[in-house]
């Protein structure tokens, strides 16, 4: 049985590859009535994504390939797809059964629609560990108030209120889960009418329980407090035909 708790916050956050194979989902941005328009996605691990408009229009099909690596050779080197997480090394697991360790070499990430925020939302191991920047060391990404067990859209979730520490390392600067002043004066340094007058004091963040996805992030305080996700979760490990990731002739980006 999960028992919700800082430690097991963190714990689910970074297991969500090993908590589902396929997902059908909507999703708002912006939730303050700033972002893009709503969207509904089917996905199905590792690498295959449809994304449509809630009326059924077509947006993008995504088949992503795995990440790859450099592997240096006395004849120069060539590149290698690291393996999807079905395929690593198993992560370490607590005796509840969520991710203490994940595996150091794996290609994790969702196939991507638009930014990586998506990733992230669907995969939110930057809310659980962290790095220093200067000797690589893992450190905590974000503080964590006392977690309280919630409904979202039907399932059981976590919610908490976090702050990122300096160790908070999102997945890509210029689109974090968090959005932190340190981050953007990094990821903006060249660009420094890209960084705000003022920065959230903190964010209300919660995971689904069932997969360890994000489905709802909401800032607190700032210039913006009301802005975040809501991802509502419809279907989990459900079939998914071939005929749903299908390239469509071009110009046949109809409704199904």
Same mark, same amino acid.
């Given at each position: 049985m999960?028992v919700?708790?800082?430690?097991?916050?963190?714990?689910l956050?970074r297991?969500s590859?090993?908590?589902?194979s396929?997902?059908?989902?909507?999703l708002?941005?912006g939730v303050? @009535?700033? @972002?893009?328009?709503?969207v509904?996605a089917?996905? =199905?691990?590792p690498d295959?994504?449809r994304?449509e408009?809630?009326?059924?229009?077509l947006?993008?099909i995504?088949?992503?390939?795995?990440?790859q690596?450099g592997?240096?050779?006395p004849d120069?080197g060539?590149?290698?797809g690291l393996?999807?997480p079905v395929?690593?090394?198993?992560?370490v697991?607590?005796?509840?059964g969520?991710v203490?360790?994940?595996?150091?070499v794996v290609?994790?990430?969702?196939?991507?629609?638009?930014?990586? =925020?998506? &990733?992230?939302?669907?995969d939110?191991v930057e809310?659980?560990?962290?790095?220093d920047?200067e000797?690589?060391e893992?450190?905590?990404?974000?503080?964590v108030?006392a977690v309280?067990?919630v409904?979202?859209?039907?399932?059981p979730?976590w919610e908490a209120v976090?702050?990122?520490?300096?160790?908070?390392?999102?997945?890509c600067?210029c689109?974090?889960?968090l959005?932190?002043?340190?981050i953007?004066?990094l990821e903006?340094?060249d660009h420094?009418?890209?960084v705000l007058r003022?920065?959230p004091?903190a964010?209300?963040?919660r995971?689904? &329980?069932?997969?360890?996805?994000?489905?709802s992030?909401?800032?607190i @305080? @700032?210039?913006?407090?009301?802005?975040g996700?809501?991802?509502r979760?419809e279907a989990v490990d459900g079939?998914?035909?071939d005929?749903?990731?299908?390239q469509?002739?071009r110009?046949?980006?109809r409704?199904?």
């Amino acid at each position: 049985m999960l028992v919700p708790s800082a430690d097991s916050f963190a714990a689910l956050a970074r297991s969500s590859p090993w908590r589902w194979s396929t997902l059908r989902f909507t999703l708002r941005r912006g939730v303050d @009535g700033g @972002g893009p328009d709503h969207v509904r996605a089917w996905l =199905r691990r590792p690498d295959q994504l449809r994304v449509e408009t809630l009326e059924g229009d077509l947006l993008q099909i995504v088949r992503e390939p795995p990440l790859q690596v450099g592997v240096l050779t006395p004849d120069g080197g060539y590149p290698r797809g690291l393996p999807w997480p079905v395929e690593a090394e198993p992560p370490v697991l607590r005796q509840d059964g969520l991710v203490d360790v994940r595996p150091a070499v794996v290609s994790a990430d969702a196939p991507m629609y638009q930014d990586y =925020r998506w &990733v992230a939302m669907l995969d939110p191991v930057e809310l659980a560990d962290g790095q220093d920047r200067e000797t690589g060391e893992e450190w905590e990404a974000v503080t964590v108030d006392a977690v309280t067990e919630v409904e979202h859209a039907g399932r059981p979730a976590w919610e908490a209120v976090v702050r990122p520490t300096p160790y908070y390392e999102p997945r890509c600067g210029c689109c974090p889960l968090l959005r932190t002043r340190a981050i953007d004066l990094l990821e903006f340094a060249d660009h420094p009418h890209y960084v705000l007058r003022a920065y959230p004091d903190a964010y209300r963040v919660r995971l689904d &329980v069932g997969t360890g996805v994000c489905v709802s992030t909401e800032e607190i @305080g @700032g210039l913006t407090p009301g802005r975040g996700h809501e991802l509502r979760i419809e279907a989990v490990d459900g079939p998914m035909d071939d005929a749903l990731f299908a390239q469509p002739r071009r110009g046949l980006f109809r409704r199904r």
